[in-house]
Structure formats: structure tokens, C-alpha cells
């Protein structure tokens, strides 16, 4: 089957490690950048709180409050703090909330804008005052368990955001970091695999990859029939020259019989593919060879699939070939039964049960990825049958699923190419 010539499958990989590193990069820069901000709000509230508190409980404060001159007192003061602690904003207020102290000398004397408190309790909020929006601290000032004003430290959210700042260099240092390690990646990536695929489209990979698991199958097929066939003129010719002529005919007979029946199936569909069906007598051959009993059931009727012959080779193949081990390696008796019927819109429904020992629930889809078996893993192929079986036909529009319950069945719905 031909198709779109599209990038080479090395480009593609290239591409896609990229794609991949870019969103990994983007989203540690964005998690690094909320935790900076989160970190420096964090920070700005221990610091308020702190000096908040340490002015609060301060006697210099406590008795300047009460002075008749309270903001001479505290003004240098709370301007040395702000100077030497780093943060915007000291008000010292009565317990009405006027400003005794404030960094715009002008506002000393207005009220206080913020939360007061109900009680003499601290607070910690983010308000917009006259110095904009910030994260500020109040803490009541008391003498002798009498309240006798309020004191309130401030970092503004600018200057959250300017402290922040190194922080957000090292998250885009960070991401810079992560997308040049992901191009030397992907470039490496692209190399070793341009050596493997050359500048083949990616849809000529798994054709060639196709066409391996084809030429498997089927020659794992007729060899198995080929065998089967010189075992018995073997044991035939040994018959005859020990005079035994009729058994030699009664064994010939039966062979030769049990064949005919899927031949017979084989050539009375209309639309079927002569090189499905040799497979098919290659692989019953393979299944009496193992011990497995096979049976075949092909409607007459079964409209061809869209699926090229080699496609429709590697398919059928590797299905029948998972039954076979599933069932040679289960319990008593041991069978495999494949049908192909017509189903509605002139699909082929192809079914595939075994006797086996089924799959475990928790890998009824993982057994369709790239590289996942549940045979052992040195034997050559393992992992690629039935992801590429999977790929090949959702790509003419099908449909390939492991049905629920017992036995296990896979069934395949494959559009055809026959009008309706």
C-alpha cells in the first residue's frame, strides 16, 4: 500500500524529542518561577512579622507612643529600621490608627489604611495602600497588658517581585539549560537513528518492518508445512515397503483431507487473498505440528480488507502466532480457532481465540505497546507483534481489541475496499 512520503522517520524523531524537551523545559521554568514567587511572599511575611513584633514589644516604642511628641521620637526610628531591615514601610500609630510614623512624612497624621484589628491581635494581609499593594504586618503595642497603639511593617509587591528576580534567572537559566541538553539529545537521537533507517519516511519503517513479520510468519508456516508433509511420505514410503500399502494410502488420504477443507474454505470466498490463505494452511500445519488443535472458519462471504497482502500477512500472522504459544504453553485441551466473517459497511471481522492461560487484567493494553511481551525476553522479535499489527490497521481506519472474559480472543474489524 502506498503512502504519503512524509518526513524521514530520523527527522520525526528529531522532532519529536524536541517537542518534548521544549514542554519539559517550559513547565520546570513555570513550577520554578511560581515556587520563587512563592518563596519571596513567604519571605516578605516572616520579615514583617518579625519586625513588626520586635517594635512592638520595643520600650523605646512603647514609651514614645505615650511622649507628647511621639513622631520625633519614633520617625528616626522607624526610619532606620526601614533603612537597615529592607522593607518599605513602618507605620507606628495610635490606637485610633493615626499615623504617628510613615515613609511620606506628608501622610503622618491621617489614618491608617488597612485592616485594624478587633483586638488587640496581629495581623498579616495583602492590601493596597498609599504606597500601592503590599504584604504587611500589624501588631498591637501594649504596656502593661493595656493597648497603647498599633505598629504595621510592609513590603510592597514590587519589591517582592524585584527580590525575586535572581530567582527567575535561575529558572530560565534552568530551562535554557534543559532545551540545549535536549537538542544535543534529539540530534544524537537523530544521527543513530538515520544510521538504522537511513532517510527512509517513517511510514517506510514499519512498511519495512512489515514486510519482516510477513516473510517470519509465512516462512515459519510453510516450513512447518513442509515438515508436516515430508513426516508423513516418510512414514508413508516406510508403510509401503513394509507391505502396508493401504495404511500408507489411509494416512495419505487423511492428510491430504484435512488440508482440502480449509482449501475449500479458502477458494469459496469470492474476495479472499490467495496469500492470507496459504498462510493459513501453513499455519494449521504449524498448529498440528505443536500439538494444537486448529480449526478455520471463512465465510464465504468475507469481503478483502483494505489491508495490502503483506500488511494483511504480518496481521494474521502474528495474531495466529500469539495463539499458537498462548495455547502451547496452557492448559489441556489445547486449540486455536480463527473465523473471518462480513460485518456491517462491508468490514472483515477477523477473530483469533486460543485455549491459553489469557492475559492478566492490568496488561490487557499494555500488551499493544512497543516493546512490551509477556514471552521471554530473548526471543528475537518479542514486543513488536501485535503494536505493529495495532498500527497497521488503525491506519486503513480499523480496529484491532482483546475482547473481555474467557478464552482469549482477539478481534480485528477491517474496513474493505468493495462497494456496497
Known amino acids: ?99 504617628i510614623t510613615h515613609r511620606d512624612v506628608d501622610e503622618i497624621g491621617k489614618h491608617y489604611i488597612g485592616t485594624m484589628p478587633a483586638s488587640a491581635t496581629a495581623l498579616t494581609e495583602e492590601f493596597a495602600g498609599t504606597l500601592g499593594p503590599s504584604i504587611r504586618t500589624i501588631v498591637p503595642i501594649e504596656d502593661d497588658g493595656e493597648l497603647v497603639g498599633w505598629v504595621s511593617a510592609g513590603v510592597t509587591i514590587g519589591s517582592i517581585t524585584a527580590s525575586a528576580l535572581p530567582r527567575i534567572l535561575v529558572a530560565v ?88 477443507v480449509l482449501v475449500d474454505q479458502v477458494a469459496a470466498r469470492t474476495q479472499g487473498d490467495p496469500t492470507v490463505g496459504a498462510l493459513l494452511l501453513g499455519k494449521a500445519a504449524q498448529a498440528r505440528e505443536r500439538g494444537i488443535a486448529w480449526s478455520a472458519d471463512i465465510h464465504p462471504d468475507a469481503p478483502r480488507s483494505l489491508l495490502p497482502p503483506i500488511d494483511a500477512v504480518a496481521v494474521v500472522g502474528n495474531l495466529i502466532d500469539n495463539a499458537l504459544d498462548a495455547a502451547a504453553t496452557g492448559p489441556e485441551p489445547r486449540w486455536v480457532r480463527l473465523s473471518m466473517t462480513p460485518a456491517a459497511h462491508q468490514a472483515l471481522v477477523l477473530v483469533v481465540s486460543d485455549s491459553g492461560d489469557g492475559v492478566p487484567p492490568d496488561l490487557r493494553e499494555r500488551i499493544f505497546e512497543r516493546g512490551f511481551s509477556t514471552k521471554q525476553a530473548d526471543v528475537a522479535g518479542r514486543g513488536v507483534g501485535l503494536a505493529l499489527a495495532r498500527a497497521v490497521i488503525e491506519d486503513i481506519g480499523g480496529t484491532l481489541d482483546l475482547d473481555e472474559g474467557s478464552p482469549t480472543t482477539f478481534r480485528a474489524v477491517l474496513p474493505s475496499g468493495r462497494p456496497e
Request: net charge negative; no cysteine.
Open 1 to 99: 500500500m502506498a503512502r504519503a512520503q512524509g518526513r524521514s522517520a530520523a527527522s520525526r524523531v528529531f522532532l519529536a524529542l524536541i517537542a518534548a524537551v521544549v514542554v519539559l523545559a517550559l513547565l520546570t521554568a513555570g513550577l520554578l518561577l511560581l515556587e520563587s514567587q512563592r518563596a519571596a511572599r513567604a519571605e516578605a511575611e516572616r520579615v514583617t512579622q518579625a519586625v513588626a513584633q520586635t517594635l512592638a514589644h520595643s520600650p523605646d516604642v512603647v514609651a514614645g507612643v505615650a511622649a507628647d511628641e511621639p513622631t520625633a521620637l519614633l520617625q528616626p526610628l522607624a526610619e532606620d529600621v526601614m533603612a537597615d531591615a529592607r522593607i518599605d514601610f513602618v507605620t507606628i500609630m495610635d490606637t485610633s490608627g493615626i499615623r
Open 173 to 260: 537559566a534552568v530551562a535554557a539549560a534543559l532545551v540545549v541538553a535536549g537538542y544535543i539529545g534529539a540530534v544524537l537521537a537523530r544521527r543513530a537513528t538515520r544510521r538504522v533507517t537511513g532517510d527512509l519516511p517513517a511510514g517506510a519503517v514499519r512498511d519495512t518492518l512489515a514486510s519482516a513479520e510477513s516473510m517470519r510468519t509465512l516462512g515459519d508456516a510453510l516450513r512447518a508445512q513442509t515438515h508436516e508433509h515430508g513426516n508423513r511420505m516418510h512414514t508413508a514410503v516406510a508403510l509401503i515397503e513394509l507391505g502396508r500399502s493401504d495404511e500408507a494410502v489411509e494416512l495419505l488420504t487423511e492428510s491430504a483431507s484435512q488440508s482440502q
